[in-house]
């Protein structure tokens, strides 16, 4: 197996990734067009999207990392508007983007084009929420896209599996796709409900932070695969699983959450990073069965496609959101006032993603006659002319859109104040905690080390509202600045010693790796003192 290629999509897509974060276009664009450009070099291999590949062993660690990162009680707050987007919509989007299809498109069978509506219906969130924590939308919508991309996968493979089962000759009726969705849905809900509770049990009981991460990586993959054998909802498992550890994470050992926060946030950034490189890399392979559909054809089919993809989710949005709280007193008491502006963002961010590839890769070239699928290859152009016509089209315009529209932010001075507020609380109750222990015997110490405890709590409950204060007026840095940077600098002041001794061979490489290890750990703790 030649794994040159795979190293060079990794290393290739990162630093694009890695250079997007110095540039103003969002980093999932940046990959998308990079891979499109590259696609036609001299020498560039062909990467074909194995769905065999992206759906068991990409999806689930991507959906773990989010869902962790995610609010338990945040998405439970807005489940109403997350499961309308998320269950509701990609219904609807599969059926309206179908019928659209089996109009436009002469000799397409409405099985076949309601798999097409099932493969484009699900909204890929990376890109849109990677925007909206850029230019810093109101923390609800945000919360409201990233349940929908947790979520809307499981809805748009379980459609896609009842469309296809049509499509391929195997009597697909209206009944058996309502219990195969009801048997996917609570299965995987079920499969993550059962397994979430022992999986915490066993991080919290192993201590050896080394396996608890090994355990962490294994995870998605495991509450995938288990609830794929039975025809459920690995998405559904694994987001399950995902938000009960998230949101206990607290409760697992300090160096196991350090390490497992440095290793997924890489092994999200490869993965995102890839995934995003491989859609504009699909460009050779889509275009060469394209075949009678060249040209002019298929350009219209593709845009109208692409109108019925984008039109649809505000189609489906706004009364979503509104007939609700007209019918519905409750609901307005509970979610306040609501302009047109946040459903108007809400129903442009709907970019698709690899997802929608994936599924589509996956439709079999035959159907259970021997015949070849009708339109196999027009079905893959049209989910990738999708793909990218919401990623280049809603991408590029959502952020001007959101500053045009000039949506409230996030509350930077609010939230400082509620960080400090609860940072005192907890600072009064381990002073508290404190001094009962040192007025135990059994807890002397000398009084510079009892000191150093007690300024070390001190200066944790006075940071954050140090950061409401002046910034220097020489340096311009604020307090914090300051004491992060003067940190930094004696701590770098010890680490060059102790390289020295190391190298005079006063100290053993062992012993060095040791006392480095101690100074990164105070380094952290500095930085994370004053951030």
């Known amino acids: 197996m030649d794994v040159m290629p795979l190293l060079l999509l990794v290393a290739g897509s990162a630093a694009v990734a890695a250079a997007a974060r110095r540039s103003p276009v969002p980093a999932p664009l940046l990959l998308v067009a990079a891979g499109l450009a590259v696609s036609y070099l001299p020498g560039v291999p062909e990467y074909t999207l194995d769905p065999h590949i992206v759906l068991p062993l990409v999806l689930p660690p991507l959906l773990h990392s989010a869902a962790t990162d995610s609010s338990y009680l945040d998405l ?66 945000t919360t ?38 009801l048997l996917a849905a609570v299965g995987g809900i079920g499969f993550g409900v059962v397994l979430m509770v022992p999986i915490h049990w066993l991080r919290t009981h192993v201590k050896e932070a080394l396996f608890q991460n090994t355990l962490s990586l294994l995870i998605p993959f495991v509450a995938y695969a288990a609830a794929e054998q039975v025809h459920a909802s690995g998405v559904l498992a694994v987001v399950v699983v995902a938000l009960y550890l998230g949101h206990r994470a607290w409760e697992v050992d300090f160096a196991t959450r350090l390490q497992e926060e440095a290793v997924w946030k890489m092994v999200a950034f490869v993965l995102e990073s890839a995934v995003f490189a491989l859609i504009g890399l699909q460009l050779p392979v889509v ?44 609901i307005r008491e509970r979610e306040g006032g609501l302009s047109w502006k946040a459903p108007f963002i809400i129903s442009w961010a709907g970019m698709r993603g690899v997802v929608s590839l994936a599924i589509a890769f996956s439709i079999p070239l035959t159907v259970n006659g021997g015949e070849e699928f009708p339109e196999r290859n027009l079905i893959l152009f049209l989910t990738f002319t999708t793909v990218i016509g919401t990623l280049v089209v809603q991408g590029v315009t959502l952020p001007p859109l959101i500053h045009l529209l000039k949506l409230p932010g996030r509350d930077l001075r609010a939230e400082t104040l509620a960080e400090a507020n609860a940072q005192a609380q907890a600072s009064r109750a381990a002073e508290r905690r404190l001094e009962e222990l040192l007025a135990d015997e059994r807890n002397a110490l000398p009084n510079p080390l009892a000191e ?22 020489v340096t311009g840095e604020s307090v914090d600045d300051t004491y992060r940077r003067l940190s930094r600098e004696v701590i770098g002041a010890e680490r060059a010693v102790f390289v020295k001794l190391r190298d005079g061979r006063y100290i053993d490489d062992e012993m060095l790796r040791t006392l480095l290890r101690r100074l990164d750990l105070e380094e952290a703790a500095a930085y994370r003192e004053a951030a």
């Open 452 to 473: 150093r405890l007690r300024a070390v709590l001190e200066r944790r409950r006075n940071s954050v509202w140090e950061r409401l204060g002046q910034a220097n007026p």
């Open 287 to 330: 275009l060469k069965g394209l075949g009678e559909y060249e040209g002019g054809r298929a350009a219209w089919y593709a845009v109208a496609v692409f109108l019925v993809v984008v039109v649809s989710r505000f189609v489906w949005v706004y009364p979503a959101t509104f007939l609700p709280r007209m019918m519905s007193a409750r």
């Open 76 to 141: 439970r707050a807005q489940m109403r508007p997350v499961m309308l987007l998320s269950v509701g919509y990609v219904l609807f989007a599969t059926f309206a983007v179908g019928w659209a299809a089996y109009l436009v498109v002469p000799d397409l069978p409405l099985t076949a084009a309601l798999v097409l509506g099932a493969v484009v219906a699900p909204p890929d969130a990376v890109a849109a929420t990677a925007v909206a924590r850029r230019v810093g939308l109101p923390s609800r919508i």
């Open 144 to 181: 409201i896209l990233q349940g929908e991309s947790l979520v809307n996968d499981a809805t748009a493979i379980t459609a896609y599996r009842v469309a296809l089962a049509a499509a391929v000759g195997e009597g697909a009726t209206w009944a058996g796709g309502i219990g195969e969705f």
